[in-house]
């Protein structure tokens, strides 16, 4: 229904693609060329008219890039991909390199001769990536060039339009704050940050501040664009009028100026030219706009987007919408839950069976609510056995497995509706568990119940929270390799900033953030474990018998969690009446919304641990 | 014995001084001067003679600064000082100022003019702080001007001489790898971070890499110089001639060119003519080294002092010693328990009468182990009562207070003995304590257990370890104000960096570092709570039926913690059985030095908690 599970290609005569850019290359007296994964929005999904790295290489993973040289050329891609980058990519015309070890400037470095100009389109790359790279070209007399015009447009002629989905608005009753009461929150900041105007470059950025969604991307709502916020006077929002119905039109240009995105840079040039000060996201910014502020003389002042904190701090509406997808969620997982533990250790269903399941249930669900599903909000990650082990798996009809009694299937799959975004992972038992799958499903879950039980003062960051996921793994020689948690959109992304519960996260969870609570366990070749929730920072408040206001989780997320993998013997009092009063909450939010088997499934799914 | 107990005193003329400070200040043409309270050494502590803060104003706090302008004049002092700055500064000609939330650059920023001149010393503020000024000062079209002469020691003219202790070595036997071989580790560094010098300006640093010692400031048994390391060839050590022996010289001399400290910026000069690149911790060396070597055309390589990770990376030489130097303590500190057991809460006792017992014990607990006390390694920190609550608190005549039946004594303390040094804080219950206290004290125990039994895999940072000691209390809505966590020398500084657990505790802890254990709960006005041992970070280890090795902690310091403040209900049985198994342990090591009453003490203090 919405995903799609063909088995990537290796269709095109890639070797052909190289040496047309080569010749390309060789004429424009370039020594070099970097194609990033990136499109000018830098968001985690392109459209397929984006996609350079994947034209020019094979390659179709969500992260990655590729440089070429005269006489080698080299495609960079993480952890996640190294199998599938060898089964994509031709290693005859581009060496597999990691993206992480050594990324593009690192590799490099040994390879520049002095007076060699590297190419790049300032358009994909920002400006803090620009600045890597530049600092090694310099350093070996060489020169990183931005060109006007991208070298892989001018070969790809057969690239596919751009997307033109229509715009639509977010109403104020969903929003909870209007677009005019969210501009002018926005000019506050830039006052106090002293800044005349802002380049807003991501597009859930500007989605949040003018209340607007779209579809120009698979499963991120959002509408490809730019926009200017000025701290005195109207913002500008640049975006190809074809979107735009004129009901939308008309509502926009109350509080802002449309022009096409062709128009941002003579604008920008304008600005610059009048000496104002811009913010611009350095992370996220594409490095053209940066530079031609600059040219123009204009004052750039590096800084955060000035809308991810205030998005990220969801008002009680978007809250309250959040709280009522997930009992809409909850109930299509149950429905699907019910199916599984009917049909799942039967021995007939498939990977793809299962998730085509769970999306039907997804969309009876969202039709019987009266808020249809819109859009998954990631491609299900539908691991049996050892795919389960894959923490990004992806299937598709070449690596469909079937569930198989005596294995653990994980599922990992969200919804975007109008009213909230989901984002939740269980991991269930096909047939009997064995002892060890037992243990350490019950040990991710203590980690699970600490996270979702925690108290802690304002200013504690997400780094120190993500201990608590991980406490009781470590105490027996476990862990896990990916974060505990990020920050989840109202109907947006399903990965938000800017703050994530991982070693990395630098940043304090704040009230009204929502979050994911997501430790997991992955045996190699076996078995992969994961039980996700999302949770929203409660406010400061007073604990009985303590001095200070703490803040706190509320789970959101609503779904049986799977009684026959929790070893109780290992719980705490505590961690099991956490579990008995999740079950019974879940109980008595989603019981209204189902009937026959699956209520009876629920009912059952959700007795208390001792029972 | 080693303690000064003299009450903070306001004896001198503070406004003369100014007067005659502004008086300098205006024939030199300077709009101002910013007064640090570190001397050129960077150290925690300072000698008498660089005690020009407090000279100037009065304040004799560990750390501060004043900056005196011609009609105005500030002292900066942080949060544990901002009762002691209004007793010992005149506020009609000092104004106190938060150091943290209003330092001299921010308070400046709004007092400068176009023109001014502000002075100040290159040798007493790192490059680091001198930028923060420059910054602030030329936004303002002003200029923060280096003084050849500091103004102060121009117009202080009894000052006291710079310390000259005798420099002693410290063998091969206890420093477990001799200089020699700490040198070619050290050249091989900057041979890695391709540098052709780096300045050594930490005090410990020099202490550690030349296994040398001093006595120049109190409680760390440093020697108050600086070195030069060269990637190729021999280093040179700057210091005052008069504080070597012959035969320390002539040892030296074998591995190093031994300068007076006057010579260092001629050197600098030299090596900056000759282009080398030079390592420089922008936050530790004074302003002056790096700008005499910018000056002759050096190349500046900013980064850390290349000894910090090597000397906090203990080797089993010095973990040995330091074990050994905490049975010495454990005994000390057992026969100090002994004697406050039986009279502590007889009415008689004071803060300090208790403190310089401790004292005696150590110093008899030294002579009988044949490694005497050589200083204790800071300032006790005595506190009864509500005085247990103030974090920082050093008790003076002044401040004297009777340790009193219902209340918690708090007493954290330490040793420096040739082998190693101690740091331990425990809270003893004078006669019956109440049932919050217990309370309490049972949920610091809980973050106690929790670091001392963590296993945690390799690049776990401080911060995410700082959570382990706070989870039980923020659960309750409790917390302290300090980190759980500092490292700790060889008989050098007893806080050393460069890891900490805390929340800014960005670095990770490696094997063989020894850190500090110290979670607390303290109610102001009412009574305070720190329980704290040290602990030696473990190599990586399997641990069984897991799958990832994991580093964790070793206890290594050996006294009874207080069972009458332990409600035991509060506990689990693993937490239980830690407490148990360290109290046989403290029995088992410490009963072959204490005999009768002490001994008594010992075995009855040391019981299982459910005996």
């Known amino acids: 229904m919405f995903q799609n599970f063909d088995a990537p290609s290796r269709a095109h005569p890639i070797t052909d693609r190289l040496v047309a850019l080569r010749a390309h290359l060789a004429r424009a007296g370039l020594a070099g060329f970097v194609v990033p994964h990136a499109d000018e929005y830098q968001g985690e999904y392109i459209p397929a008219s984006a996609e350079r790295l994947a034209w020019l290489t094979g390659f179709t993973g969500s992260a990655g890039a590729a440089v070429v040289l005269a006489k080698e050329a080299a495609v960079f891609v993480d952890g996640r991909y190294t199998l599938q980058v060898r089964d994509q990519v031709d290693v005859a015309d581009f060496t597999p390199e990691d993206l992480i070890a050594a990324p593009p400037h690192t590799w490099l470095k040994g390879r520049l001769k002095a007076g060699d100009r590297i190419g790049y389109d300032p358009r994909l790359m920002t400006l803090a990536e620009v600045r890597r790279l530049e600092t090694v070209c310099n350093a070996a007399g060489a020169a990183f060039v931005a060109l006007d015009e991208n070298p892989i447009d001018a070969i790809w002629h057969d690239r596919p339009a751009a997307p033109l989905f229509q715009v639509m608005q977010q109403p104020d009753e969903l929003a909870g704050e209007s677009a005019d009461a969210k501009i002018a929150r926005l000019q506050a ?15 859930d950025s500007i989605a949040w501040t003018f209340n607007i969604r779209g579809a120009d991307v698979p499963h991120n709502p959002v509408v490809l664009s730019y926009a200017l916020l000025r701290r005195d006077g109207r913002p500008t929002l640049y975006v190809d009028g074809r979107k735009l119905s004129n009901s939308i039109r008309d509502d926009l240009a109350k509080r802002a100026d449309i022009k096409e995105e062709r128009a941002f840079l003579a604008d920008l040039t304008a600005l610059g030219k009048s000496g104002a000060k811009v913010l611009v996201d350095p992370q996220t910014t594409p490095a053209l706009f940066a530079q031609t502020l600059v040219a123009a003389n204009g004052v750039l002042v590096e800084g955060a987007d000035p809308v991810v904190l205030p998005k990220a701090r969801k008002n009680a509406v978007e809250l309250d919408g959040t709280r009522r997808a997930h009992r809409r969620d909850g109930v299509a997982m149950t429905r699907f839950l019910a199916w599984l533990d009917a049909n799942g250790a039967k021995g007939t269903e498939t990977e793809i069976s299962v998730a085509k399941k769970l999306e039907t249930c997804r969309a009876e669900a969202g039709e ?12 299900t990650i539908s691991g049996a056995g050892s795919d389960g082990a894959i923490v990004h798996y992806r299937v598709t009809e070449a690596t469909d497995r079937k569930l198989e009694p005596g294995t653990l299937y994980l599922v990992d799959s969200g919804a975007q509706y109008r009213d909230g975004t989901t984002d939740i992972t269980r991991t269930i038992a096909i047939g009997k568990p064995s002892a060890e799958m037992r243990d350490r499903f019950t040990r991710v879950l203590k980690g699970h119940i600490a996270l979702a039980t925690a108290r802690f ?3 504690t960051t997400g780094a120190q929270l993500d201990t608590l996921a991980r406490h009781a793994l470590w105490q027996a020689g476990l862990d896990f390799d990916h974060g505990a948690g990020h920050g989840v959109g109202v109907f947006l992304s399903v990965h938000e900033g800017p703050v994530r519960i991982s070693k990395a996260g630098h940043l304090p969870p704040e009230p009204g953030m929502i979050l994911s609570n997501e430790p997991g366990y992955y045996k190699t070749g076996a078995y992969g474990i994961r039980i996700e929730n999302l949770i929203v920072v409660t406010p400061p408040a007073p604990i009985e018998g303590g001095d200070r206001e703490m803040l706190g989780f509320e789970t959101i997320t609503l779904a049986p969690i799977d009684r026959n993998l929790i070893d109780t013997a290992l719980l705490t009092p505590a961690e099991r009446a956490w579990m008995d009063a999740y079950h019974a909450r879940v109980r008595e939010a989603l019981a209204p919304g189902l009937q026959g088997v699956d209520l009876q ?8 641990l001792d029972a």
């Open 189 to 203: 900041i830039l006052a106090d940050k002293d800044v005349d105007a802002a380049i807003l470059a991501q597009s």
């Open 368 to 379: 019987a609510d009266g808020s249809p599903l819109l859009e998954i909000s990631f491609d």
């Open 601 to 608: 499934f629920l009912i059952q799914a959700t007795q208390p």
């Open 457 to 459: 003062p304002r200013g």
